[in-house]
Structures are given as structure tokens and as C-alpha cells.
């Protein structure tokens, strides 16, 4: 995929983002990421701190879905973006000018052992095959600090996704090309040793509901209206009550875990060079 290809995509997303119809689902994720980012970064407290962010299509898009840029502004944080695609980091590098940006596979992240504070996941493992989930996640281990945050956002194969997907192949239609659905007890499984889970929490609830049926019901409210209903939505998905019921519902699925210490010893180093 070409640089211009990149840019048309961008600005198909963007005036989808700016039409009645779409402006629901970019404030919809952008609200949902930035309260997992929150999350996860909280566990490893305030002061310098140094975040990796995978996938920097967000970055591209901007808007409420920008991540990186609106935590360094905000937090002050100190962001390492990756993409495997070269027009991505070019496109994500000049909406956001403070990143430093690296093309590379997240399976083979050219850092050194505990370089980072936290690590940004939001839906990248799922572009991979399955057999590739174990690597992508001890590079993850190996590049955090000891105490550092794991934020992993994956979509999975709940009840509802599975449900979608059925009626896609009944009815002739193709999922998206490269995407993966993954079972949590499986990822759970792979983060293995290493990596304590503090949190697990569900995203994208309004996401496998018939999308046309919501697009034209929340396209219809007013603004301020749709922030509070969506804010609400958003609150209740990081409820720990409600997990048991929507992680059969939500499309994509959270994770917080946090790096323990390994029993030889591990050295914190510049994320700069392998």
C-alpha cells in the first residue's frame, strides 16, 4: 500500500468521522482508548515516563481518535510510535511531530530490555496470525520495566462477534482482510509468566449491534446528547459489574497487566538502539 493510497483512506475516514452518520463511532473509540490509555498509565504512576504505541492508524486519522498526540500534550508523556507500513509512520510522524517513530513488526521490536514504562496496544495483535500472539507478547515483556503497564486491546470472539460472522458468510459477504478474532482465554493464557493482570474490561459494545440501525439513531441526536449518552456507555463497559454480561456483547476486549520482575535480573535502557 502506497503513500497515496494512505492519504485517500485517511480522508475517507475523516469526512465519514465529520458526517452525522460517522461522528458517533470516531468519538465513540477515541473516548474508549483514551480511557484505557488512563487506565493503564496510572498504574505506573506520574513523573517522566516513557510509552510505546503500536499502530499508529489512529495517529493518522487525528481527532478524538488521535492517542499519542493528545497524551503528550496532556501528560507530558514521551511516545515511541511503530507501524509496519512506511507510508504510516510518515503520515503518523507529521500529525505528530514529538513522536519518534519506528517502522518495524511488533514481533520484533528493535528496543532493548526494559526500555519503556508502558506499552499501547490498541487492536494490533489481532493483525496477526495466532501462531505470531506469543511472540508479539514476550516482546512486549521484554521491552517494559519491571512495574511497567500493558494495555492490550484485542477483538474477540465473543458470542455476538461470532453471531456477525456467521451472517457474513451465510450472506456472501468477506471480513476485512488480516483480521483476526481471538479467544480471551487464550490471550490470557499467552501473557504467561511475567505479566500480572490488574484490569480486564470490554470496548466496542456498540460496535456489533446492526451498525446501520445505531448510525442512523445516534446520528439524529443532538451533540450534546450523543457525548453523554456515549460517556455513559464508555463508564458502564469499565464497569466491573457489567463485565460478566457485555464481554458476551463487546466486540473487542481489554487488558491492563503489569511487568514483574524476573528472578536474573533485569536493567532499564534507552529505548534507542537494540
Not at 475516514?13 to 470516531?26: C, P, T, V
Not at 496510572?42 to 510505546?52: E, I
Not at 439513531?217 to 455513559?232: H, N
Request: hydrophobic share 45%; with cysteine; proline share 3%.
Amino acid at each position: 500500500m502506497g503513500a497515496d493510497d494512505i492519504q485517500a483512506l485517511v480522508s475517507e475516514e475523516i469526512l465519514l468521522a465529520n458526517s452525522a452518520r460517522g461522528r458517533w463511532h470516531a468519538e465513540y473509540l477515541g473516548r474508549s482508548y483514551r480511557s484505557a490509555v488512563e487506565m493503564a498509565t496510572a498504574q505506573v504512576g506520574r513523573g517522566s515516563r516513557t510509552v510505546l504505541k503500536t499502530d499508529l492508524w489512529n495517529e493518522c486519522l487525528g481527532g478524538a481518535r488521535g492517542i499519542a498526540g493528545y497524551f503528550h500534550e496532556r501528560d507530558g508523556l514521551r511516545f515511541f510510535g511503530l507501524d509496519l507500513l512506511h507510508p504510516v509512520c510518515v503520515e503518523g510522524r507529521a500529525r505528530v511531530p514529538a513522536m519518534h517513530v519506528v517502522q518495524a513488526d511488533i514481533r520484533a521490536l528493535p528496543f532493548r530490555a526494559g526500555s519503556f514504562d508502558a506499552v499501547l496496544d490498541l487492536s494490533t495483535l489481532d493483525h496477526l496470525p495466532e501462531a505470531g500472539v506469543a511472540k508479539a507478547i514476550g516482546e512486549y515483556r521484554r521491552v517494559l520495566r519491571v512495574g511497567g503497564a500493558l494495555l492490550l486491546i484485542f477483538w474477540q470472539r465473543s458470542l455476538m462477534v461470532r453471531l456477525r460472522l456467521l451472517l457474513k458468510r451465510l450472506s456472501g459477504r468477506r471480513e476485512k482482510t488480516g483480521q483476526q478474532y481471538f479467544k480471551r482465554a487464550c490471550v490470557m493464557a499467552t501473557l504467561g509468566r511475567g505479566l500480572l493482570v490488574v484490569k480486564e474490561f470490554v470496548v466496542g459494545s456498540l460496535l456489533i449491534a446492526p451498525q446501520g440501525l445505531t448510525s442512523r439513531f445516534l446520528g439524529r441526536l443532538p451533540a450534546r446528547a450523543l457525548m453523554g449518552l456515549l460517556g455513559l456507555v464508555v463508564r458502564v463497559e469499565r464497569s466491573t459489574a457489567a463485565r460478566p454480561l457485555l464481554k458476551h456483547v463487546a466486540g473487542l476486549y481489554g487488558i491492563v497487566a503489569l511487568r514483574q520482575a524476573d528472578p536474573r535480573g533485569d536493567h532499564s535502557r534507552d529505548p534507542h538502539s537494540t
